[in-house]
């Protein structure tokens, strides 16, 4: 018998009154991978996870959480799972400690393992020292941090994790990932959301694209990008340098559609073999007589896999009532050369 | 701290036991949490006693001398009407917890626990009980401080008590289902006492239903709790009313059957925000 996939869902749909907020959505996670989902607001990432974690029930379609169907069998679900949603969900007015106890109970552990279990959970996630004090009194990096506690203490065989950094400070964050990257490790099978692009590229092997409550690609991040092909030469002109005839100097290399930002006067152009035509190419716009304030050649982000693929930027707030799909503009990923 | 080794993977099992078994345990565990939130959340429990407080002395100073019952002294009268009333008001507090637990997202970590689903609202309402009984408690001593002297005997004003809490848990049920229905804690508080209060000042709380027009009247006379008002009056004074201590009964036993079917259902459905 082979492994059933940690995470499988066909067809998944699931709306609120008339919004419509998955549209038969398909995601496979095997067992002990990383599934990096991303997607913008109000994309479905959420509604994903509450149907996986047996918080809500779909409309129609299928799910299987551990080989285990999530609206049939969720109580068996229920003991294979850990959940940390978009919110910490720690009782305020406890400790850490008593948090951690409380659910380890509720786990229906034995209450001296419950006890233990929060001991060993605090030191592994840093907050020994915070452990008696109430959490109103924590941060918001220390929150999350034990709600992903609470969220280990059955040491789930599958993990989900609801964009857990949003809202962290760029060390809690980089904290958080580290602890990902550890659980990913010894094996547990992660699914993660997540509005940052970067995040889903150092966490995920593979990533879904969602949007508008439907998988819109996949693959691993080299994957996403190699669907827009090649590098992109990105350039700002200096004032004076004419924006077409920079265009026209550069067009034998051009591999794909040039962005233009016509306000901030930068281009990007998609090339292949950047790094060996780039001096070529910085040779044509120097004859045409371009003059550039910077210049830089990068690899594609998912910021432009996203652009490509639905007209939008990933971190771009899209109002939720629009439902006609817009023909994407030449709008620019706000995005500095690294 | 302790430096005893890391629980072993093995150990990490969830413990099998019957479901009547975990919704009792389960509970327990929520109840435990609720009234260790009592002393670090005091203004909860301070405005619970308060209110009983304002009640019997307002009504006894200000209105007292204004409304003749005959047969009765208006403390002796009143006295009913302040213990259904308080504990009405207090079990208000119910569903504002749950609106709360929703919003903070916790509703969605206990439902995806392996817990017994009905355990986070009878948990919280044992805890509740227990702070009811303090505002009934607390209502007997101011109570007995401005003139109230109950006749008949002391196990009949334990059973008023008793039928005091039973209101009390009845509208804890009211009053969660409220909570887990409207979307916000601050809207929960008003719209949840809203409801009550015809029922509350319509009923022979404060004065007797006889100097009513006949329409409020009939409401009154035949509205859940002015009967158990009613009941509670009885067993206070030593004049066995015992058409309303049915009544008032089978209301209360009615009420909590559909209340807590409907509460647990809406639960098991409600997520976050
Ligand atoms: N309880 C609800 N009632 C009504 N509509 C809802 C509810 N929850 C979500 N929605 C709607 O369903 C759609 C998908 O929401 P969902 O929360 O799954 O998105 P998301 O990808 O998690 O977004 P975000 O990044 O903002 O968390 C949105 O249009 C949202 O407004
Ligand atoms: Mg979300």
Redesign the pocket.
């Given at each position: 018998m082979s492994i059933p996939p940690a995470i499988l869902a066909e067809g998944v749909q699931k709306s609120?009154?008339k919004?419509r907020?998955l549209a038969g959505l398909d995601l496979v996670a095997e067992a002990g991978s990383v599934l990096g989902v991303l997607?913008?607001?109000?994309?479905?990432?959420?509604?994903?996870v509450r149907i996986f974690t047996t918080l809500l029930a779909p409309d129609s379609g299928r799910v299987e959480v551990a080989g285990l169907d999530v609206t049939r069998r969720a109580a068996e679900v229920r003991t294979r799972i850990g959940l940390a949603g978009?919110y910490a969900a720690v009782d305020e007015t406890l400790t850490g400690y008593e948090n951690l106890v409380m659910f380890g109970q509720l786990y229906h552990l034995p209450g001296a393992i419950a006890k233990r279990r929060a001991h060993d959970l605090l030191e592994r996630l840093d907050l020994v020292e915070a452990a008696g004090r109430l959490v109103k009194t924590y941060s918001g990096g220390m929150r999350r941090r034990l709600d992903l506690a609470a969220s280990l203490i059955l040491a789930p065989q599958i993990l989900f994790l609801?964009?857990p950094t949003t809202g962290l400070d760029p060390r809690g964050r980089l904290a958080m990932w580290a602890l990902i990257q550890e659980l990913a490790r010894t094996g547990t099978t992660i699914f993660l959301?997540t509005?940052y692009l970067e995040e889903a590229d150092q966490l995920a092997r593979q990533i879904a694209v969602i949007d508008r409550?439907r998988v819109i690609a996949k693959g691993s991040a080299d994957e996403l990008k190699a669907q827009i092909g090649g590098e992109r030469l990105e350039f700002t002109l200096a004032p004076g340098s004419d924006l077409n005839s920079a265009l026209e100097a550069l067009r034998p290399y051009q591999s794909g559609e040039v962005q233009v930002d016509a306000a901030e006067r930068r281009v990007a152009v998609p090339v292949t073999q950047g790094a060996q035509r780039l001096a070529a190419m910085v040779r044509d716009l120097d004859a045409a007589q371009i003059a550039l304030a910077d210049l830089s050649l990068r690899r594609p982000t998912l910021d432009d896999v996203f652009l490509a693929l639905t007209g939008h930027t990933a971190t771009e707030t899209k109002s939720?009532t629009n439902e006609v799909d817009k023909p994407a503009e030449p709008q620019f990923a706000t995005r500095r050369p690294a | 701290m302790n430096r005893t080794l890391p629980v072993p993977m093995e150990r990490l099992i969830p413990l099998k036991r019957p479901a009547l078994y975990w919704a009792l345990a389960d509970a327990v565990v929520v109840a435990k949490r609720q009234i260790r939130q009592i002393p670090r959340v005091p203004d909860e429990l301070i405005t619970a006693i308060v209110q009983p407080v304002i009640i019997v002395l307002l009504f006894r100073y200000l209105f007292g001398g204004a409304i003749h019952v005959p047969g009765v002294s208006y403390i002796n009268y009143l006295m009913a009407g302040a213990f259904v009333q308080s504990a009405i008001f207090a079990s208000a507090n119910t569903g504002v917890g749950v609106a709360n637990d929703l919003k903070l997202g916790l509703v969605d970590r206990f439902r995806s626990l392996p817990m017994a689903p009905s355990a986070v609202l009878t948990g919280r309402i044992f805890a509740d009980l227990i702070r009811n009984t303090v505002v009934i408690l607390v209502t007997w001593g101011i109570g007995l401080l401005v003139g109230f002297r109950p006749a008949g005997t002391p196990v009949a004003w334990v059973a008023a008590s008793a039928l005091v809490l039973l209101v009390s848990f009845v509208f804890s049920w009211f009053s969660a289902l409220m909570g887990l229905l409207i979307p916000s804690p601050e809207a929960v508080a008003q719209a949840g006492i809203v409801w009550l209060l015809p029922f509350i000042f319509g009923s022979s709380a404060f004065v007797p239903v006889d100097t009513m027009p006949g329409w409020l009247r009939a409401f009154s006379d035949h509205q859940p709790v002015s009967l158990m008002m009613d009941a509670v009056r009885g067993l206070l004074l030593n004049q066995p009313n015992t058409p309303a201590l049915w009544q008032a009964l089978v209301w209360c036993g009615g009420l909590l059957i559909i209340l807590i079917l409907l509460s647990v259902w809406v639960y098991g459905r409600r997520?976050s925000?």
């Open positions: 609120y009154g919004t907020a997607g913008p607001n109000g994309a479905g990432k959420s509604t994903a978009q609801d964009e959301t509005q409550g939720e | 997520t925000r």
